[in-house]
T-cell receptor
Framework: DAKTTQPNSMESNEEEPVHLPCNHS???????IHWYRQLPSQGPEYVIH???SNVNNRMASLAIAEDRKSSTLILHRATLRDAAVYYC??????????FGKGTRLSVIA | DTAVSQTPKYLVTQMGNDKSIKCEQN?????MYWYKQDSKKFLKIMFS???????INETVPNRFSPKSPDKAHLNLHINSLELGDSAVYFC??????????????FGPGTRLTVT
């Protein structure tokens, strides 16, 4: 049980920002929110993670709601190479990652 | 330099055979994992190893036997292969077991097809 809820699919135009939502309403205080993505025919790739504060890195930004029951992965400018399945995962560190179905992002040129 | 590598990339074999998949990481990580991604694309943990010791076995049939000769390697041996074993198998590693915040690095996957 992934314990997160994501839309099955989303579509974006190239060069535009993308906001990928995730609900984790039963998150515990020690759970981090991790995002991974899986490009076609490749292994999952780490994107970003956070606990309470918003986080930025070279790949994306992670906005975490104040009550921590939801989060949003933000790709600032989608490219064709960002087309992938994006997984939102809650994890407290002592257990392996539990992947759900994720959101399949399509990027239109 | 490939961080997590797996061999072979593709493996086609017949039911009943025994096969192995090898995994190596050059990141100096303590923890390694095997995941299985089935035809419906669900990715599920199979095993977790920390410092060559088995930490987690997620109710995987005992036909699957992981072996870790050292921290950098985690191999997966499968006996008496069945049709249902057809899947993509991913190896992964992470720095420290039990650390609250860590990221996992995944290999490219091994596509196993059992005929």
């Amino acid at each position: 049980d992934a314990k997160t809820t994501q839309p099955n699919s989303m579509e974006s135009n190239e060069e535009e920002p993308v906001h990928l939502p995730c609900n984790h309403s039963t998150i515990s205080g020690t759970d981090y929110i991790h995002w991974y993505r899986q490009l076609p025919s490749q292994g999952p790739e780490y994107v970003i993670h956070g606990l309470t504060s918003n986080v930025n890195n070279r790949m994306a930004s992670l906005a975490i709601a104040e009550d921590r029951k939801s989060s949003t992965l933000i790709l600032h400018r989608a490219t064709l190479r960002d087309a992938a399945v994006y997984y939102c995962i809650r994890n407290s560190g002592n257990t392996p990652l539990v992947f759900g179905k994720g959101t399949r992002l399509s990027v239109i040129a | 330099d490939t961080a997590v590598s797996q061999t072979p990339k593709y493996l086609v074999t017949q039911m009943g055979n025994d096969k192995s998949i090898k995994c190596e990481q050059n990141l100096g990580h303590d923890t390694m994992y095997w995941y299985k991604q089935d035809s419906k694309k669900f990715l599920k943990i199979m095993f977790s190893y920390n410092n060559k010791e088995l930490i987690i076995n997620e109710t995987v049939p005992n036909r699957f036997s992981p072996k870790s000769p050292d921290k950098a390697h985690l191999n997966l041996h499968i006996n008496s292969l069945e049709l249902g074993d057809s899947a993509v198998y991913f190896c992964a590693s992470s720095p420290i077991w039990g650390q609250i915040s860590y990221e996992q690095y995944f290999g490219p996957g091994t596509r196993l097809t059992v005929t």
